[in-house]
């Protein structure tokens, strides 16, 4: 009786995984899943331990000040593109669409009218980078297209290890983390707290009282 009660659990969770992974391939950026795609590989580390170079980008929300580090030696092509958007001042206003109790909160590509905001080409996916979805880390969203990410961005708020690289096909790429929550990991929390339903063009998940970005600022090291 016992194993097959274990054998039961372990179908759950499967099952709770590829629904958790379906919900997050959603296409929510502005590419088609069958769109090409340059996806010519950077190389970088594997060491999950040698971030190298940091960099701070502070994000202030409507819920409080949440303050990142992102890492351009293990995700070089990832942190390039988001430093743009922040810096072109795309992510000023947006807000976060889609949060996920014991998942994920994913923001940064759509207006508070829900609109959607501009975005460059798709970058290269630099998930073989080492670095794990784990709870506070930060990463970039997609189509089901491996290369598809653009402007959009999740911080994780579970050990998502199911959304790890595992191989360089379309079920392995996984989805790229450059960077974590340094501080604020409060707010974050409380984000995924938040009562969540229908709005816009999304029939689930979107806060009913709007989470909005209202400035992300690269601190530069002077300051």
Known sequence: MKKYFFAALALFLGAGSVYMFLELSHTYTTLIDDEAVDAQETTILTDPTDLGTIIN????????????????????????????YTNA??????????????????GGGYTTDYA???????????AFNGLKNLPGTIAMARTSAPHSATNQFFINTADNSFLDHTG???SGWGYAVFGKVAQGMDVIDRMSEVETGADGPFGQDVPKQQIIILKMTEVKAAE
């Open 116 to 126: 959607k905001t501009e975005t460059q080409r798709p970058i290269p996916n630099e």
């Open 168 to 170: 360089k096909n379309m």
């Open 89 to 106: 001042g795309t992510y000023d206003g947006t807000i976060f669409h889609r949060v996920i109790k014991d998942f994920m909160n994913q």
């Open 57 to 84: 980008v502070k994000m202030e929300t409507s819920m409080g000040e949440v303050m990142l580090e992102i890492y351009p030696d293990k995700a070089p092509e990832t942190v390039k593109n988001f430093l743009y």
